[in-house]
């Protein structure tokens, strides 16, 4: 059973930087892409980032290009976001899924696999 455990979010303001970690359980995961998409209210849930668990392939959303960053540690079984300038319209409920990397990365239908989701306020 795959289970993915979001975690650091919290309320910034305009400007500063947060690191979000996944930590991810109950498979290998050498098939799979660990992303992140962000959720904000009324809005569709939408794709951030992306990372293949086996080669370090990334993928990003033009929104989030130059201001975040994802990575991932194979020995924690963790994927980070490190996510710099924050703006007001990056709140949203941030969260963690998987996915096989025989799918496309970019949208949501192709990730298997959720985690809970943690929450980025950012205030102007």
């Known amino acids: 059973q795959v289970q993915l455990v979001e975690s650091g979010g919290g309320l910034v303001q305009a400007g500063a930087s947060l690191r979000l970690s996944c930590v991810a359980s109950?498979?290998?995961?050498?098939?799979?892409?660990l992303g992140w998409f962000r959720q904000a209210p009324g809005n569709e849930r939408e794709f951030v980032a992306a990372i293949k668990w086996s080669g370090g392939n990334t993928y990003y959303a033009d929104s989030a290009k130059g201001r975040f960053t994802i990575s991932r540690d194979n020995a924690k079984n963790t994927v980070y976001l490190q996510m710099y300038s924050l703006k007001p319209e990056d709140t949203a409920v941030y969260y963690c899924a998987a996915g096989r990397t025989w799918y496309s990365a970019y949208a949501d239908s192709n990730y298997d696999y959720w985690g809970q989701g943690t929450q980025v306020t950012v205030s102007s």
């Open positions: 109950g498979s290998t995961f050498s098939t799979y892409r």
